[in-house]
């Protein structure tokens, strides 16, 4: 039986024993109905993703995960870098990674024979940190972490102080500083090819991966792992860190694995093999 | 009393209409950022914060640094700063409007600034922020309202008046520490990572903010029959000096800890924004002169012959000023930014639109503080007279 089954009957049963069928009980029962997975759902006690940076980088050019999360997130193409709204991008591994190569006084050119390392692609997104800083600083619960680890953000509650984007060690946060589609009723927003089962932005607020909530709801990966996996070179691995079994517990089990700047203490879940 | 600031001089109503078109191009301008969002601005997703939240950080000292004059005459009975202090509080009335206004217009969503109060978020330093700011300026409102008001009907204040009013002390270090706080607690940042910044602040504060009322209180004396007595600015420049002298010595202190330590996260900051990386250096000739203004400054200040000159004194006030202005208005968000947390140099510059934007906020304060002192001058002149 699974675990939030198990849960559901216990809150039920104690709700019936200890409060009689009175209307409480009820109320119980619904709450706890509410937490209920649909059947199917893809569920965890801690999501987390494995990224081998060796067999992604192989695949010079590709963009099919990018591709893919941006499509079915409606994350729109900004050519102004500075306005860009991103989900899922590369980063070289000196940008990704900077204090590996960082140094003082023109010590770092002494580290040449890991020159092939610096400018390796790497696939960057949201960490989905354990101790997320952007939740801490945000004023009103727009951003939030999950029970399974995801760090949700709430677009229709932001308030567009960009807090969290000054917290963010990892540069992950989007600020949407014009209206992603063009302005409402423009011909810009009606050309637009926008997936609606999924909500638009307006300007003024703050957008971020959310590990693919929505799909993994439904029972789908993430976009970014299953494209990848069908079309890709299969570089990025999607499951359950707290069950031993799962695929990413046993990458890293035998693999080498960094997270960036963990010494910052958030504990990011994107775990990459170099 | 406040009929006192329906007629005045020619001179009064042409500032009146001065501000109030200053306040029209910074509203039309407002309304373009309104519209078309962020944008406008010259912000990115590597600079999130600038010009707007950098006048903020500024204004907050402006308006904590009312204790400089609140501190030695409610609670050391200092009276030679009787006159001096309802100038004080008036001037961190509009200076708490003018931040709440630049916190506004930096909203994404400003229409929705109320979820800050409808989710309250203790955890949150901006929810703090925005809670010790309405307090203070509730306080100054009470306060200079119900002291003045006695001394216009030439009664002492009630008793329950006085502590609030040392209530307010406190209060004065807490707006500043928290909006140190804003900055001073994100991993992510480690150019603002430093205990010291909340002093660094209240120094920079209580240098900025005396000078300011200095720089008032001559104009006043100057324009009315008004004269808060050339005895409390003097003693006011002593406390600019020491201030001063004590925010060049925090900044030493900063780039002592950060150069020998070595750590490249932190020294590139400091880099950035006094020499520039990878010929980037936006900042750099700000920085310089705002250093060079420092010096002028402080040997202006601890030289009481200069500090007591008839032109040393302005001289110093308006260097004092420009120097932090420089350093809290302009560089301290910007560089913290800079190298972003991947280690990117994007740089920032305002556009005009923001600076338009920030213009009507000053003009608004201009107008307020106007208001405010004409009502002060013209009761104070009737008591005189």
């Not at chain 2, 800079?338 to 338009?356: A, F």
């Amino acid at each position: 039986m699974d675990e939030s089954r198990r849960c559901f009957l216990k809150t039920a049963g104690a709700s019936i024993v200890g409060m009689g069928v009175g209307a409480s009980a009820v109320t119980a029962l619904a709450d706890a109905l509410g937490d209920t997975p649909y059947l199917g759902a893809k569920t965890a006690k801690r999501w987390a993703m494995v990224i081998d940076t060796r067999s992604c980088a192989e695949t010079k050019g590709c963009t099919k995960c990018m591709d893919a999360c941006h499509r079915v997130h409606n994350v729109p193409t900004i050519e102004d870098p500075r306005h860009e709204v991103k989900w899922i991008w590369k980063e070289p591994f000196r940008h990704a990674f900077p204090s590996m190569f960082e140094g003082t006084h023109g010590y770092e050119d002494r580290v040449q024979p890991l020159d092939w390392l610096k400018d390796r692609d790497v696939m960057v997104l949201c960490n989905h940190c354990d101790n997320p800083p952007c939740v801490r600083v945000c004023p009103t619960q727009a951003t939030w972490k999950r029970e399974d680890g995801i760090v949700m953000m709430d677009m229709h509650r932001c308030i567009g102080c960009r807090f969290c984007v000054v917290g963010c060690p990892y540069g992950s946060r989007s600020f949407n500083w014009k209206d992603p589609f063009g302005k409402p009723g423009s011909e810009e927003r009606k050309n637009a090819k926008l997936d609606p089962s999924f909500p638009t932005r307006t300007k003024g607020v703050v957008e971020k991966c959310n590990f693919c909530a929505e799909r993994l709801a439904k029972g789908m990966m993430p976009a970014c792992v299953e494209t990848c996996a069908k079309e890709g070179p299969g570089s990025l691995t999607f499951g359950d860190l707290a069950d031993s079994e799962s695929e990413v517990a046993a990458i890293l089990k035998q693999a080498y694995t960094i997270r960036r700047k963990a010494a910052l203490g958030t504990s990011p879940h994107i775990f990459y093999v170099v | 009393m406040i009929e006192k600031a329906l007629s005045g001089s020619p001179k009064y109503w042409a500032l009146i209409f001065f501000w109030l078109v200053f306040m029209g191009l910074g509203a039309f301008a407002f309304l373009g950022q309104y519209q078309d969002g962020l944008q406008v601005t010259g912000l990115s997703r590597d600079v999130p914060w600038g010009f707007y939240i950098a006048q903020l950080t500024f204004l907050v000292g402006i308006a904590a640094s009312a204790v400089m004059v609140v501190l030695p005459y409610y609670l050391h009975d200092y009276k030679a700063f009787g006159k001096l202090a309802i100038l004080g509080e008036f001037l961190a009335i509009p200076a708490v409007l003018m931040c709440m206004l630049f916190v506004l217009v930096d909203m994404g969503q400003t229409a929705r600034i109320a979820n800050m109060f409808i989710y309250i978020t203790p955890n949150s330093v901006m929810f703090w922020d925005a809670s010790v700011l309405m307090g203070y300026l509730g306080l100054n409102i009470v306060i200079s309202q119900v002291t003045f008001g006695a001394e216009r009907k030439g009664i002492a204040p009630p008793k329950w008046i006085r502590p609030i009013i040392i209530l307010s002390i406190p209060w004065a270090v807490s707006i500043h520490t928290v909006t140190a706080f804003l900055y001073s607690g994100h991993a992510a940042r480690p150019f603002w990572m430093s205990a010291i910044l909340a002093p660094r602040f209240l120094a920079s504060a209580f240098a900025a903010g005396p000078a300011l009322l200095i720089l008032l209180c001559l104009v006043v004396r100057k324009q009315t029959k008004y004269d808060p007595g050339m005895k409390a600015l003097h003693k006011l420049s002593e406390i600019v000096a020491y201030a001063m002298a004590a925010s060049v010595f925090f900044i030493l202190l900063e780039i002592f800890t950060v150069f020998y330590s070595g750590i490249p996260e932190h020294i590139h900051h400091f880099q950035y924004m006094y020499m520039g990386i990878d010929g980037k250096a936006a900042l750099a000739p700000w920085m310089w002169t705002s250093s060079v203004l420092a010096i002028v400054a402080l040997v202006l200040l601890l030289v009481p012959r200069y500090r007591k000159s008839r032109m040393g004194l302005p001289i110093a006030c308006v260097a004092t000023i420009a120097s932090l202005w420089i350093e809290k208005g302009m560089s301290l968000v910007v560089a913290g930014f800079v190298p972003n947390p991947l280690g990117q140099v994007i740089e920032y510059m305002p556009t005009g639109q923001e600076l338009m934007i920030s213009f009507g906020i000053y003009a608004f304060g201009g107008l307020v503080l106007t208001v405010l002192y004409k009502v002060a001058i013209s009761v104070r002149e009737g008591l005189q007279g």
